[in-house]
């Protein structure tokens, strides 16, 4: 029994130059011995070597089907086009269908590896079909100056051929996990695979094409550690199919990760929102409804190259949704990486209860945020909180970016109250510790920030007069009487 058959157009095994293998020899020996690092014996691949471009089509190979396992099948312009090839995938998957079915273990028994793009619309309706379901592994990257093609190939340089080892890597284990998991019996799509005993189902949501590596990074790392990743399969091209496709998966799920690029990514036929935009939207809902806790991503200084994209960003940051069981995260893939290890690596701690359990003595405290320049003229509204028997805490003025950031978020987290001090500020600034006071509950609080108040101060202005927010009370504090703070702290102090 062959573990394996390798599909492929004889003009994508020509070499590149005449000291090289081609790309399929090549293709081969790398899968085959990764395969057994990971099998712990060798793989039983074939492959037709004798395929030439006039090679007639016969039963020799039909007859292989009967006996193999899985088909990889290495796409490109002329794959797509070529009768040959065509026939190939038609017939693997017409021996699947009468024998023991088109999957193994849950998943599909043909996989998909892209070694150039192809045009989508030059593929048979009968590919599409067998295709519409399956993972890609693409074996290309775009230049993010040029836009062109890059192939992973040792030719174009010594990150072509990092790539390609790591995605080779990539696909070998997917195979090794199907050929484990099978243990000779067959299975229906239908069957639904568990993750290991301890580890976490994760619904680690499709990207844009910049945001292809990133997404591959995380899963290789959390599939390493027995994780299973969600979706498993295509993702299907009609909006009603495709929601309730994820819904399913999210409802399997424990945890799900987002991570939004520059682009707003594909909208399917007959839908108003991209595919992105949707697996956001649903994840939210299985947070609110089930408790599932997500993850999501925004680069530093993201870049929207579409108009659709920076009105879903800033519609993404000011929804109160985007932060329930949520960490919202903007910074560096690293950074995020980071966080997402540790997400796996330890059990969550519950800040928001040890908040709760020291506020329990009777205390509350108050977070008073201001600028650095205000620092002075904050501090008799600190004295006057705390002559009221409450606790202040500060902002962090001094320091790295890092370190303030941190505090900041710290206070956030322990706090009961706010209390955001708006004098020499300006309204962005304003706005953006609201926006703060919101991500908040996707930080670790548990519990939503008691009460919430802006305090405008001097200097007056045109801008200060007409603030109004949905989010927070204002308080107006003309002079240097603070009683005008005294319904607020009485809220707090009343507010059990």
């Known amino acids: 029994m062959n573990d394996l058959f390798i599909s492929y157009a004889h003009i994508d095994d020509l070499p590149i ?46 007859d292989q089907f009967k006996n193999t396992k899985l088909m990889v099948s290495v796409l490109s312009p002329r794959y797509i086009k070529s009768e040959w090839c065509n026939k190939e995938i038609k017939e693997f998957y017409r021996n699947a269908e ?59 340089g010594k990150e072509a051929r990092q790539n390609y080892f790591t995605r080779i890597y990539d696909l070998a284990y997917e195979i090794c996990e199907i050929l484990k998991k099978s243990d000779g019996k067959r299975s229906g799509l239908s069957e639904t695979t568990l993750p290991k005993q301890g580890a976490k189902t994760v619904y680690l949501a499709t990207t844009t094409a910049d945001r292809n590596e990133d997404r591959e990074n995380i899963a290789r790392d959390l599939r390493e550690r027995g994780h299973l990743i969600l979706p498993d399969r295509q993702l299907p091209f009609d909006e009603e199919t495709m929601k309730g496709l994820i819904s399913q998966f999210m409802e399997r799920a424990d945890v799900a990760i987002h991570l939004l690029g520059s682009s707003y990514g594909m909208i399917p036929e007959a839908a108003d929102k991209s595919i992105i935009e949707s697996q956001i939207q649903i994840s939210a809902q299985e947070a609110s409804n089930n408790e599932m806790e997500r993850l999501i991503w925004l680069p530093n200084q993201l870049k929207a190259s579409e108009e659709k994209q920076k009105d879903f960003v800033d519609r993404l940051r000011v929804d109160p949704a985007t932060y329930q069981r949520t960490d919202f995260v903007e910074g560096s893939f690293e950074t995020f990486k980071g966080l997402v290890i540790d997400h796996f690596s330890q059990e969550p701690k519950d800040i928001a209860g040890e908040a709760t359990m020291d506020s329990n003595n009777g205390l509350r405290t108050v977070y008073l945020m201001a600028p650095p320049n205000d620092e002075e003229k904050i501090e008799a509204i600190e004295d006057y909180l705390f002559d009221q028997g409450l606790e202040v805490v500060i902002p962090v003025f001094s320091g790295t970016e890092s370190d303030v950031a941190e505090a900041h978020m710290e206070n956030l987290r322990i706090c009961d109250s706010v209390l955001i001090y708006f004098g020499s500020a300006t309204r962005q600034w304003v ?19 008691r009460e919430k108040a802006i305090l405008i101060a001097p200097p007056e202005s045109r801008h200060k007069d007409r603030f109004r927010s949905h989010l927070a009370e204002i308080i107006h504090i003309p002079d240097a009487d603070l009683g005008p703070l005294d319904t607020f702290i009485k809220k707090i102090k009343t507010n059990d």
Request: charged residues 25%; neutral net charge; glycine residues 8%.
């Open 431 to 449: 706005n953006m510790k609201l926006n703060n006071m919101i991500k908040a509950s996707g930080q670790g609080r548990k519990q939503p920030i």
């Open 17 to 62: 130059s005449e000291d090289q293998k081609g790309w399929i020899s090549e293709f081969h020996r790398v899968l085959q011995n990764r395969l057994a690092q990971l099998m712990g014996e060798k793989p039983k691949i074939w492959r037709d070597q004798k395929l030439s471009g006039s090679d007639i089509f016969d039963n020799e190979i039909v």
């Open 98 to 156: 009468l024998s023991s079915g088109v999957a193994l273990a849950g998943k599909s028994r043909v996989l998909k590896v892209v070694k150039t793009p192809y045009d989508p619309q030059d593929v048979h309706p009968e590919l599409k079909q067998v295709f519409g379901s399956v993972l890609g592994f693409n074996f290309y990257d775009f230049d993010n100056d040029s836009g062109k093609v890059v192939e992973y190939n040792e030719a174009f």
